[in-house]
């Protein structure tokens, strides 16, 4: 009876294929970070280079709409704060992540 046993813990003679189906479960693994990473990781980081650009270029007159939903002119650019007249004679002060985009100079007011 212990020798059947014996016998059962043994090496495997097939070990070098059980190597091989091994790496062969983890590419399932593999295909799906690369889909991941060319599908929602590299386009948000292309996003989010192109906001810095925008963010760092910001300068005096041009037209803007805040994460908040204000459009408005760009009136004083100063470090980290941003002055836009969002209507006449009055002008709010903004930090610069809170511009979400430029508006083109078409868009209607």
Request: aromatic content about 8%.
């Amino acid at each position: 009876m212990l020798t059947g046993l014996a016998y059962a813990m043994g090496s495997n003679p097939q070990a070098g294929q059980g190597q091989t189906s091994g790496l062969m479960g983890f590419l399932p693994l593999v295909i799906i970070f690369v889909i991941f990473y060319f599908l929602l990781i590299r386009p948000q980081q292309k996003r989010a280079k192109e906001q810095k650009a925008m963010l760092e270029n910001l300068k005096r007159g041009d037209k803007v709409i805040t994460s908040g939903g204000e459009y408005g002119v760009i009136e004083e650019v100063k470090g980290n704060t941003v002055t836009v007249k969002i209507a006449e004679n009055v002008k709010v002060k903004y930090g610069k992540g809170y511009i979400a985009a430029l508006r083109q100079s078409s868009d209607d007011e």
